[in-house]
C-alpha cells in the first residue's frame, strides 16, 4: 500500500511539474508584451460623402488568399468604426519609414471635415478611398464581415485592388511604444 501511494505522489509531482503554474497578470502587461512584438503601420482610409477621413492602425492581418481577405480591428470608441460602418469600404496605405508625420497624424482623432487629410498628398481610389502618396503599396477592400472581439470591432475586408508601389522602401516599425525601422 505504502509503495502504491509513493508511486502515485511521484507520478503526480512529476505531472505537475510539467505545468506552468497559474500566473498573476495585468492589462500592463498584456500591453507590454505586444509591445516588445514589431509591426508594420499602416493608415486605414475611408470616404464619406466626398470626405476622406484616415486611421493609424497597425492590426492589420491578411487571412485568405482564395478569396484575398484581410483583418483590421477597430476600436468602437473611434470615429473612424461608426464611418467604416457606414461605408463599408476602405483602402490600407502600408506606411514607410519616412512616413512619420502621417502616422503620428492619423492616430490622432482627426475629426478632419475640410478633406485635407492633415496636408498629406493623396489620390482617391476605385472605391473612392484615399490612397496617400509615397506609400511602400496600399490595397482597397470592401468589408465582407463585421465580427465582436471586445472593445474592437474585427473588420473582414475583401481586396478589390491593389499596388506594390516602391518595393525598395523600408517599412515604418512600430516597437515598445516608437517608431523603428529595419536595419
Ligand atoms: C502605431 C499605432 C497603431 C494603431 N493601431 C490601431 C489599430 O489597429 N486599431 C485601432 O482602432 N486603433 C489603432 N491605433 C489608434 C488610433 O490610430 C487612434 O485611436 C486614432 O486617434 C483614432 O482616430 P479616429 O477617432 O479619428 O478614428 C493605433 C495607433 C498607433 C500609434
Redesign the pocket.
Known sequence: MGIVLITIFYYLRGIHNFMINEEKYSEKDFRQLFGNFP?G?TVIGMNENGIS?G??????TSVSLKPMLLL????K?????E?LKRVGQFSINFLSNEQKDA??F??????DTNNSMGGFSFLLGNNGSPILDDVIGWIECKISSWYEGGD?SIVLGEVTNMKIQDENLKPLV?YNGD?SEIA
Open positions: 509591426t503601420v477621413k486611421i493609424t492602425a497597425n492590426s492589420i483590421v480591428c477597430i476600436d470608441n473611434a470615429a473612424s468604426h464611418v502616422s503620428r492619423f492616430a490622432n482623432s482627426t475629426s474592437h512600430y517608431y
